[in-house]
């Protein structure tokens, strides 16, 4: 595994954390993102998640480069799945390391938060209405008046 990675196939905590694990780490955090069965109050059966994969690699990477420089002795590491999942799979794992536990946990927060913010992957929520693209909004469909922000679906 690289620092990181897509893959179609399950993820493995074991190789994410490899890849943090080093002596000066005195600290160890892990984020895992699992498909729930529901999501906004509708029923979820399955999701898939799309990616432009080498512009979200490269985005992963860079991500992991700004914690390492910002947090003295961080690591940072992360695979994401893409393809069908099933509820109960994993779809996000995220790592990181650092010489004390404070530094650990906020490298690990800002690796899932920035790549639910930066990230090209898209999200397909299935469930008993049919499926839907979560965080996406048909530009020809206009918003009631006085919808607000807040209202709208946020990305994966």
Do not use: Q
Not at 31 to 41: C, K, S
Not at 80 to 102: K, N, Q, T, W, Y
Not at 105 to 112: D, G, S, T, V, W
């Amino acid at each position: 595994m690289t620092r990181a990675a897509l893959s179609d196939r399950p993820l493995s905590v074991d190789n994410v954390l490899a890849e943090v694990r080093h002596a000066g780490a005195g600290g160890l955090a892990v984020f895992i993102g699992t498909v729930r069965d529901h999501n906004d109050g509708r029923a979820v059966t399955r999701l898939e998640y799309e990616a432009y994969a080498a512009m979200a690699v490269a985005e992963m990477e860079r991500i992991v480069a700004e914690i390492e420089a910002a947090i003295p002795g961080a690591r940072a590491a992360l695979a994401h799945r893409i393809g069908a999942l099933e509820v109960g799979e994993m779809a996000v794992v995220c790592a990181a390391s650092a010489p004390h536990r404070p530094e650990a946990f906020a490298a690990c927060r800002r690796l899932i938060d920035e790549v639910k913010a930066r990230v090209p992957i898209w999200k397909r929520e299935h469930g008993p209405d049919g499926p839907y693209w979560v965080g996406w909004e048909d530009a020809r469909c206009a918003h009631p008046e006085g919808a607000h922000e807040k209202d709208r679906r946020e990305p994966h």
